[in-house]
C-alpha cells in the first residue's frame, strides 16, 4: 500500500491499473477498510479504469484521529478530495454506507470532475434529523448506546450493538473471533463517524446540485433507518436510478459478486452515453 499526509495524519491507499484511465474512488465503510473493495478493484483495472481506494483515518493501516484533537468533520472527506487530487481528471465514485454518506459530501462541490456515482445505502442520517423524520430516534438510540459503552471503556460491547443493529444478533455471534477483534478495535472510530451526524447539518436540498448519473442500491432486508435514507436522497437528486436487491446492508459483503456486477454495468453505461 501507498502511504500520503492527509489531515496531518498517515493515510495508506491502493492506487491500481493504468494511470491513463479514468479513476474509479472506492469509499469503504465503518468499521472497514480499502480490503473492502479486494474482489471489485482487479473487475474495474481489467476494464482499464484506474482505482483508487484508501483507508479512513481510524481504519485499516491509517492513523486513527488522535484523542487530543477535536474531531474535524470533514476529516474523511478530505482524504476523499486527496484522491480527487491524485486522480488528476474526471472521477466516478463508489461508497458503502459511511463512505457512501461522505462521498456525498465531496460529490457535491465537484460538479466539473465528477462523472457518475454508485452509492450503497449511504448513511447520511443527518438527513433524517434535518426532515423531523421518525427513524432518526431509532438512529440516535443505537447510537447512544454505542457511545455509553465506548465510553465505559466497554468496546467489545459497543461493537455487539453496532454490528447486530446491521447485521442481526444472531450473524455477529456467528462471526470469526478475529473479525469481532477487527471491529472492537475500530469503535472509537465509530463513534466519531457519529460525530458527523451533529456536526455537518446537511438537508435532502444539498444534494439537489449533483447532477452526474447516481446509481443507487438498497437492500430489501435493510433496517429502516436505511430505507428512509434512500427514499429522501430518490426524492432530491435530479439523475438517480434506483436498484433493490435481496440483501442486508451489508451487501458488498454479503453478495460481493451482485454488488460488483452493478458497479460495473453502471460505469459501462456511463461511459457508452458520453
Known amino acids: 500500500m501507498k502511504t500520503m499526509t492527509v489531515n496531518d495524519l498517515r493515510v495508506t491507499y491502493l492506487d491500481e491499473g493504468p494511470r491513463d484511465g479514468e479513476a474509479v474512488i472506492l469509499a469503504h465503510c465503518s468499521n472497514a477498510s480499502s480490503r473492502e473493495w479486494a474482489s471489485l478493484m482487479p473487475l474495474l ?7 483508487l481506494a484508501a483507508d479512513f483515518c ?22 476523499l478530495k486527496a484522491l480527487v ?30 462523472k457518475s456515482a454508485t452509492l450503497i445505502e449511504p448513511v447520511v442520517f443527518q438527513l433524517l434529523h434535518e426532515t423531523g423524520h421518525p427513524q432518526w430516534s431509532v438512529v440516535t438510540k443505537m447510537a ?5 459503552a465506548v465510553d465505559l471503556g466497554e468496546h467489545r460491547s459497543a461493537a455487539y450493538i453496532f454490528t447486530s443493529f446491521w447485521i442481526g444478533r444472531l450473524k455477529w455471534f ?14 472509537k472510530k465509530v463513534v466519531l463517524d457519529f460525530e458527523l451526524v451533529d456536526l455537518a447539518h446537511r438537508t435532502p436540498e444539498h444534494y439537489a ?8 442500491i438498497i437492500g430489501t432486508r435493510t433496517r429502516a433507518p ?7 436522497l430518490l426524492d432530491v437528486l435530479p439523475n438517480v436510478d434506483l436498484t433493490s ?13 451482485q454488488i460488483n456486477d452493478l458497479v460495473v454495468a453502471h460505469l459501462q453505461t456511463v461511459s457508452s452515453a458520453r
Open 45 to 51: 483495472v481489467e476494464e482499464g479504469y484506474r482505482v
Open 209 to 216: 446540485s449533483i447532477t452526474a448519473p447516481v446509481q443507487l
Open 58 to 79: 481510524g481504519y485499516g493501516r491509517s492513523d486513527p484521529w488522535p484523542d487530543n484533537r477535536p474531531f474535524n468533520a470533514d476529516a474523511d472527506a478530505n482524504i
Open 174 to 187: 456467528l462471526l470469526p473471533q478475529r473479525h469481532k477483534l477487527a471491529i472492537t478495535s475500530t469503535m
Open 226 to 232: 436505511a430505507l428512509a435514507v434512500g427514499q429522501l
Open 245 to 257: 436487491i435481496k440483501a442486508g446492508h451489508m451487501s458488498p459483503f454479503t453478495h460481493q459478486k
Open 144 to 148: 447512544r448506546r454505542v457511545q455509553d
Open 85 to 114: 487530487d491524485l486522480a488528476a481528471g474526471p472521477v466516478h465514485f463508489v461508497g458503502h454506507s459511511h463512505g457512501g454518506a461522505v462521498t456525498l459530501e465531496v460529490a457535491r462541490h465537484l460538479p466539473a470532475v465528477l
